[in-house]
């Protein structure tokens, strides 16, 4: 049936006709990837990377602390004394007589444990010598100091006694010294061997006399010493290197879903350029998160010495790496982490020369450091349930706003995760304020995981957010939809993981209609 439009020209209508259109809105499109999903993970010291395999990985690294050959080492003050006789009496003789004596001595140094030094380049200290005489006589020595060289010429220091004044004592800085302790008096190669030899002359004259025990005293002492360098054996001396790991911000993002990583790594990373290995215990390793909770590590890396590698004496100057690795087969890693910790308290006890170890000559040098750093990397390998995230988008209301009995919203997603969500819409002014807020529901969900470990197929999904006439007055001036996402990975109720690739991506297509009502008046 048809009919001619002329036929309504001069027709009237009643001015209580209502007209019920509908309006749709597109608000726009929302396209993620993992790691931009995740991208508050991103701060000073963690980020978002992928690693060989395409896996989204939390990368974080710091240098926990710094050790010096100072700190490490000190060499303890000396101190050594004798006296030499003048093994004859003689009483006023005819003529002035000069009675020779001479030794040599060998004394050995003090030390902590079982240390055995060949040779210490000093950079400081103190080297003191003093004399005393019993003769009632004039004397000349001279005291060769075998072992304390510069220039390669040994330490001298000579001076004259008498009767009425019959003590000497004289300092020496240490400064560009070498202590030479690896030979033994008779030239057979030993550690620790101070050498000295002294000379005397004593002046008899024929109104003097002088007995065999009459003799010369002497001591003398290093003190305050440091060094640019010792060579020998440092024997098994602890280095303090316990620290907390405390920049865990990335896990923030975390606080409010249950989240376990499959296989996260923690590499200890130890740069040492002391001329020795160290045996590290790792004595205690505990994190506590924002709730106050905490647990220790255990496993094997806990109960076993792990061996740090020093140079050898050809490469002096140079640092050697080692990487002690923690991780899901040697320990409760897994366990630590999905604590979601705050800090990680670790105690370690680092020896040098460590049994076990097979012996390497030690050397040190003021340049001698230990580096402890750690690098923890944490593929996205996991199980997620729960966890919450956030993003906003621009929201302009539509210009017949106030003539709208009822709006929706749609939420259409083309999802490659595997991973589903429920969401909450919020409102906002201005100022961020609250206008209005419309419940959770789920809006898209994980897609399914092949038999290769990646998904192969979207899930593809539609929400509806429904609000009505008080609602849509409610949000006329709202600026922001703020859109809250409850996150979980695909079969995380029966503890599956899943792998989070880099290529994958989930995509929103958020539109709206608008509902309103205008009367025959345009009202």
Do not use: W
Request: net charge negative; glycine share 6%.
């Amino acid at each position: 049936m048809a009919c001619n439009v002329q036929y309504f020209e001069n027709a009237e209508f009643d001015d209580n006709i209502i007209f019920d259109p509908s309006i749709a809105v597109a608000f726009g499109e929302l396209n993620y990837t993992v790691d931009e999903l995740f991208e508050q993970l991103n701060d000073a010291n963690a980020g978002v990377t992928s690693n060989n395999e395409g896996v989204v990985t939390i990368v974080y690294s710091e240098q926990l602390q710094s050790q010096g050959a100072q700190e490490f080492l000190q060499v303890p003050d000396q101190s050594f004394g004798s006296s030499l006789p003048s093994g004859v009496n003689i009483s006023n003789p005819p003529t002035t007589t000069v009675v020779t004596v001479s030794e040599s001595y060998e004394f050995d140094l003090t030390q902590r444990g079982a240390e055995e030094y060949d040779s210490i380049f000093f950079q400081s200290g103190s080297f003191e010598f003093s004399v005393e005489s019993d003769f009632n006589a004039n004397i000349d020595f001279v005291a060769t100091f075998t072992s304390l060289e510069t220039s390669d010429a040994p330490l001298v220091m000579s001076g004259s006694l008498s009767s009425s004044n019959n003590s000497f004592s004289e300092t020496e800085p240490l400064d560009g010294y070498v202590g030479y302790f690896h030979l033994d008096s008779d030239g057979n190669p030993a550690s620790n061997k101070f050498l000295v030899e002294i000379t005397y002359d004593v002046e008899v004259t024929p109104s003097s006399s002088i007995s065999d025990t009459d003799r010369v005293s002497f001591n003398l002492a290093m003190t305050n010493t440091k060094f640019d360098a010792i060579y020998g054996f440092v024997d098994s001396q602890e280095l303090e290197v316990s620290f907390e790991i405390v920049n865990f911000d990335f896990f923030k993002q975390f606080d409010t879903g249950g989240i376990t990583f499959a296989d996260p790594k923690v590499n200890f990373v130890f740069n040492n350029s002391f001329g020795f290995p160290l045996g590290v215990d790792f004595q205690n390793i505990t994190a506590t998160n924002s709730d106050g909770q905490s647990l220790s590590l255990e496993g094997d890396i806990i109960s076993q010495l792990n061996a740090v590698a020093g140079p050898r004496l050809v490469n002096e100057g140079q640092t050697r790496t080692t990487e002690i690795e923690v991780n899901n087969s040697n320990s409760n890693l897994v366990d630590l982490l999905s604590l979601q910790p705050e800090r990680i308290v670790v105690d370690v006890k680092a020896t040098s020369n460590p049994n076990g170890v097979p012996f390497q000559y030690n050397f040190i040098n003021d340049q001698s450091i230990l580096d402890v750093g750690v690098d923890i990397e944490i593929p996205f390998d996991m199980t997620l349930d729960g966890l919450q995230a956030e993003e906003s988008m621009p929201f302009s209301p539509p210009e017949d706003i106030d003539q709208a009995k009822r709006l929706m919203i749609r939420l259409a997603s083309e999802n490659y995760i595997p991973m589903g969500g429920k969401v909450e819409i919020q409102f906002l002014g201005a100022n961020n304020n609250l206008l209005h807020s419309v419940d959770e529901q789920a809006v898209f969900e994980g897609a399914e995981v092949g038999t290769n470990g990646r998904t192969n197929e979207p899930a593809r999904a539609t929400a509806d957010f429904v609000l009505e006439e008080d609602d849509i007055q409610s949000i006329k001036d709202a600026e922001t939809i703020l859109l809250l996402v409850t996150l979980t990975t695909t079969d995380a109720d029966q503890g599956a993981n899943v792998k989070l690739f880099d290529d994958y991506e989930l995509k929103f297509k958020v539109s709206g209609q608008l509902d309103i009502v205008v009367n025959a008046n345009g009202n």
